[in-house]
């Protein structure tokens, strides 16, 4: 079993890792759409049709690319001052319902994601600004994002957190 765990860590990691460099990549992009925006706004006097919804859709991937990495080294927003006030069996029981909340949560976020990227998809939905964008393309990432968080936590709830990495203290 230790093995398949093992496998199991490494996969996740290497997919948040993936993901996390998407998501550094739109951010990037982002900052250039968004200076190229303000520069042509101002300086030139030619405001970009495309800029605004460009940029909604570069923040809508860096989110949803970057939830699981997030959760894998856990930074996410949670109440400490509750956490502090139980004993370790308390926090462990707590641990393992968050985590499969989670895991439910995300599981009903792939599949209704997927209806909702399918359907957009099968009818050509498109964006209705002069961009014309397939919003089937920026619906997958809802699901791909509820994945990438539902596979982090089954790997915490698999493994506890031994698996959390050196990242998590990058920040403090």
Not at 107 to 134: C, D, H, Q
Request: hydrophobic fraction near 50%; proline fraction near 2%; charged fraction near 15%.
């Amino acid at each position: 079993m230790r093995p398949l765990a093992n496998r199991f860590t490494r996969f996740t990691n290497r997919m948040n890792q993936f993901a996390i460099a998407i998501s550094e990549l739109s951010l990037v992009a982002l900052m250039l759409c968004i200076c190229y925006a303000v520069i042509s706004r101002y300086f030139f006097k030619s405001p970009s049709m495309y800029a605004t919804e460009t940029c909604v859709y570069l923040l809508l991937l860096a989110t949803w690319a970057s939830v699981g990495y997030i959760h894998q080294i856990d930074r996410h927003v949670r109440v400490e001052v509750f956490e502090s006030l139980f004993n370790d069996k308390i926090k462990l029981v707590a641990k393992i319902i968050s985590m499969t909340c989670i895991i439910a949560f995300c599981a009903v976020l792939v599949w209704a994601g997927y209806l909702v990227a399918e359907t957009a998809y099968l009818r050509n939905y498109r964006s209705t600004s002069l961009m014309k964008f397939p919003l089937w393309i920026t619906y997958t990432l809802i699901p791909c994002g509820g994945l990438l968080l539902g596979l982090t936590a089954l790997n915490r709830l698999i493994t506890g957190d031994k698996h959390l990495t050196d990242d998590k203290n990058e920040g403090a």
